[in-house]
């Protein structure tokens, strides 16, 4: 019996890499983070001035991942999905958070003004849930709410 391939997706920011990281720990699933593997292997084609980040060469990212979706349990971590093939994944997480909390987390991180503008944007009207939703069968696709608690001395 092959083991369930996983997608995390969300916007940059929600906690994609954390829980997939975590989740790889815990269950010894293999956890893909496909901007570094774009970067490790050079898988990109371009670069977006704009938003000063790189261009996946979807098609090399697809090919590339192939034979080890084949054989199960892979954790895959990228904000998107539409260019993945149906067939890879058994269950989607699309991870949110509060929007505050993302507008401080993309700001440490240095982006632009536009970038973070976007980014909040995409959150705010779900454009990855519904970009999930066309994508793959309703019943896979699930919506997760990072809550965010402070501990506080008393």
Same mark, same amino acid.
């Given at each position: =019996?092959? @083991?369930?391939?996983?997608?995390?997706? %969300?916007?940059? #920011?929600?906690?994609?890499?954390?829980?997939? *990281?975590?989740?790889?720990? /815990?269950?010894?699933?293999?956890?893909?983070?496909? %901007? &570094?593997?774009?970067?490790?292997?050079?898988?990109?084609?371009?670069?977006?001035?704009?938003?000063?980040?790189?261009?996946?060469?979807? &098609?090399?990212?697809?090919?590339?991942? $192939?034979? *080890? =979706?084949?054989? %199960?349990?892979?954790?895959?971590?990228?904000? #998107?999905?539409?260019?993945?093939?149906?067939?890879?994944?058994?269950?989607?997480?699309?991870?949110?958070? &509060?929007?505050?909390?993302?507008?401080?987390?993309?700001?440490?991180?240095?982006?632009?003004?536009?970038? @973070?503008?976007?980014?909040?944007?995409?959150?705010?009207?779900?454009?990855?849930?519904?970009?999930? =939703? &066309?994508?793959? *069968?309703? $019943?896979?696709?699930?919506?997760?709410?990072?809550?965010?608690?402070? /501990?506080? /001395?008393?």
């Amino acid at each position: =019996m092959r @083991l369930a391939n996983i997608l995390l997706m %969300g916007t940059p #920011g929600v906690g994609k890499t954390t829980l997939g *990281k975590e989740l790889a720990s /815990r269950t010894g699933l293999k956890y893909v983070n496909v %901007g &570094d593997l774009a970067q490790e292997r050079q898988l990109c084609d371009d670069f977006d001035k704009e938003y000063k980040c790189p261009v996946l060469d979807e &098609d090399r990212v697809v090919d590339e991942l $192939e034979n *080890k =979706m084949k054989e %199960g349990g892979v954790i895959v971590d990228y904000h #998107g999905c539409d260019f993945f093939p149906e067939r890879w994944f058994h269950i989607v997480f699309v991870l949110q958070t &509060d929007n505050s909390v993302l507008y401080t987390r993309l700001e440490k991180r240095g982006y632009s003004e536009k970038k @973070l503008q976007d980014n909040i944007q995409y959150e705010i009207f779900q454009i990855l849930y519904e970009e999930a =939703m &066309d994508s793959y *069968k309703p $019943e896979i696709v699930h919506w997760a709410t990072q809550q965010c608690t402070r /501990r506080t /001395r008393e």
